[in-house]
């Protein structure tokens, strides 16, 4: 058994790496480790084990019972039940029959439809910035940029009223961290609220809906369509999915490429195929998704060399470890886009939007978000520098979403 694992612990959620790696070493398929709750879970953190455990049919996306510390009935909890009711917390048939529901709204088509709404946005949200910097001297770009792209541009898609982002953000922010890392009751208030807010949101779409996914799947009354309880839940997936992936993606390429100044460089002379090269690269080295939704072995399952994993345990695929399996990606902790460039010998596929039937649907809007923020960012501020050690950057703690959570910058002209 590994070391007691604390996703809490601002160190590990700062460099989970090490870590990683130790487990990978072991040469085990899984391992079974400790979580500072009081439970236990067997983490998946090669890329081959990875990519077979999800697609094994025995590995079940619903959540095992056991999971984390038990709990008292309440509203939160009952509330927490009811939004939990989505497709990544689900196997076939339900699971194809929601998924193909939301499917809709990510088509190539669609999503390519997005592009001018996205630079302008962008643009706007540049200007804005600039002239912070200007007035300011720093600005935090996950507040200014790399947030509110990605909730504007979902919140279109999904019809989520603008005015209310922050208070979406901060109770997002909440139910995706270990409760460990936040105040006595900030995760149940946070469950309660998204419940009350998503309840509302729906009766308003009832009354007065309009050109957004959520109108259409409140309108949907055919068979297959979702009852009451599954709209909250794909309510509150989309949201929460739509932009806490793009916004790591964002702010984590962002600092890579201001602490790699020679990459940096490259992606300006390069063009937009060194700007998708530096996309790929992020999700691969700093996975914006750390882990998948939690899976349970609904009976024994033997992985080879020696390791079995008993029915009804809990198992995390790490998304981020197995993006660093030094099999399959060579120097597998540097930051070297130029694997992912054309002309370059074909890296593995990175498994950052997962694999298998729960393969991110997002990921197409994921990265025209970045191939437009990144380079209209750094175009508009040649001179953009960090404001801040880097080793000192908080991040986002737990095991689900990893990204900065602060990352301030200034300008080194001054201007």
């Known amino acids: 058994m590994a070391d007691l694992l604390n996703p809490a612990d601002p ?45 094994d049919p025995r590995f079940s996306n619903v959540p095992p019972r056991s999971a984390g510390r038990p709990k008292a009935d309440s509203p939160a909890q009952r509330a927490r039940g009811c939004l939990a009711r989505h497709m990544l917390n689900s196997d076939a048939p339900d699971h194809s029959r929601l998924r193909r529901l939301a499917a809709a709204a990510f088509t190539p088509r669609r999503v390519d439809e997005l592009r001018p709404r996205i630079e302008k946005l962008t643009g ?7 002239a912070r910097l200007a007035t300011e001297g720093t600005v935090d770009l996950v507040d200014a940029f790399a947030f509110p792209l990605p909730v504007l541009v979902i919140g279109e ?47 308003r779409k009832r009354r007065a809906p309009g050109d957004d996914l959520f109108s259409a799947l409140v309108r949907d009354t055919s068979e297959g369509g979702l009852d009451d309880g599954e709209l909250l839940a794909m309510a509150f997936l989309l949201l929460f999915a739509g932009y806490e992936t793009t916004m790591n993606l964002i702010a984590s390429a962002a600092l890579l490429l ?29 996975s914006p998704l750390e882990g ?38 060579p120097a597998p902790d540097a930051f ?30 994921a990265r025209l978000e970045a191939a437009i923020a990144l380079p209209t960012l750094f175009a508009a501020l040649p001179a953009l520098r960090l404001a801040a050690d880097p080793a000192t950057l908080p991040y986002r703690p737990g095991l689900l979403v990893r990204g900065p959570a602060r990352l301030p910058v200034c300008r080194a002209d001054g201007v």
Request: hydrophobic share 45%; aromatic share 8%; charged share 20%.
């Open 157 to 203: 898609v999904l019809g989520v009223p603008e005015a209310d982002r922050a208070d979406l953000r901060a109770w997002t922010y909440r139910v995706g961290s270990p409760a460990d890392a936040l105040e006595p009751g900030a995760v149940d208030e946070a469950w309660t609220s998204l419940h009350a807010y998503f309840t509302a949101l729906i009766d």
């Open 258 to 286: 201001l602490t790699h100044p020679g990459e940096l460089a490259a992606a300006r002379e390069g063009g937009a195929g060194r700007w998708a090269a530096v996309t790929e690269e992020t999700l691969r080295h700093a």
């Open 336 to 365: 070297r886009p130029g694997r992912y460039a054309a002309g370059a010998a074909r890296p593995a596929p990175h498994v950052a939007f997962g694999h298998g039937a729960h393969f991110c649907l997002g990921s197409r809007l």
């Open 11 to 55: 160190d590990f959620a700062r460099d989970p790496f090490p870590y990683y790696a130790r487990l990978r070493a072991a040469g085990a398929p899984a391992a079974r480790v400790a979580l500072a709750n009081g439970t236990h879970a067997w983490l998946v953190t090669g890329y081959r084990p990875a990519r077979e455990v999800l697609s």
């Open 292 to 329: 998948t939704t939690w899976r349970r072995t609904t009976e024994r399952v033997d992985l080879g060399g020696g390791t079995v994993i008993p029915a009804d345990a809990s198992v995390l695929v790490v998304l981020a470890a197995a993006n660093r399996d030094p099999e399959h990606f």
């Open 124 to 130: 706007e949200l540049v200007a804005e910035a600039v």
